[in-house]
């Protein structure tokens, strides 16, 4: 058990850019939650997937948000035409479905310039 | 929904002396409630849960929350401070079984120990 990891650990882009992030949850683990994180506030929930099945996205994923989990492993968070708004930091967790237990990552902080 | 309220944005204790942070919590369902810490540059790390099971909840590093469906309160204690637990925590409640189990946090406390 290696925990849950993220890559990249900082990503600096400059309005207008996509940017992509990687989530590898901890293997077994078959949910798989994406958490938004901005300057003194708690994370808020985005999206999650059940295996490869995107089962919930909040209202704060916009359409320019857009996450997969192509073969129920790893996971992409993908933004397009970044806005300084998206500067936050981007959790990932991963659980065993039915234990409610998430075991977080330690998060890729975007900064938009 | 659920929701969670720190009655503390920032909590300041000297070395040795007791913590005490304060989370109330709303739900239309009988929940599930976590304590957090968040060290700065580290990930969300599990403090201690409570899923329906015992009131007192014991978690790592000496910390306790107490369940209390009355007042609606999971308070976050610890006999002693510690240097080392200066952090951010969040008090988290989800409701198991319903919404993909997804997490709803607080705003955190920000603690503070003095030598």
Same mark, same amino acid.
């Given at each position: ?7 990249? %650990? ?20 078959? %949910? ?36 997969? %989990?192509?073969?129920?492993s ?34 890729? %902080?975007?900064?938009?310039? | ?11 300041s204790?000297?070395?040795g ?38 009131t ?60």
């Amino acid at each position: 058990d290696t925990g849950v990891s993220q890559d990249p %650990r900082h990503k600096i882009t400059k309005r207008g850019q996509n940017v992509t992030f990687r989530c590898d949850p901890i293997s077994e683990h078959n %949910r798989l939650y994406w958490y938004r994180q901005t300057l003194g506030q708690g994370p808020e929930f985005l999206t999650y997937f059940q295996n490869e099945a995107q089962l919930e996205k909040s209202r704060l994923l916009s359409d320019r948000f857009s996450a997969e %989990r192509p073969k129920g492993s790893f996971s992409t968070l993908e933004i397009q035409r970044t806005e300084q708004g998206d500067s936050a930091m981007y959790l990932c967790a991963s659980s065993i479905g039915g234990v409610e237990t998430q075991y977080f990552g330690p998060g890729t %902080r975007l900064l938009v310039l | 929904a659920q929701s969670v309220t720190q009655l503390d944005s920032h909590v300041s204790v000297s070395e040795g002396t007791p913590v005490l942070l304060r989370c109330n919590y709303s739900s239309s369902y009988s929940p599930s409630l976590f304590w957090y810490v968040q060290h700065p540059n580290k990930g969300l790390q599990l403090l201690l849960k409570y899923t329906s099971a015992a009131t007192l909840v014991k978690g790592i590093n000496g910390f306790e929350a107490e369940f209390k469906k009355s007042e609606t309160s999971f308070h976050l204690t610890k006999p002693s401070a510690h240097m080392s637990d200066a952090a951010e925590y969040f008090c988290v409640v989800s409701v198991p079984g319903r919404e993909g189990n997804k997490l709803t946090f607080g705003t955190g406390t920000q603690l503070k120990v003095e030598l």
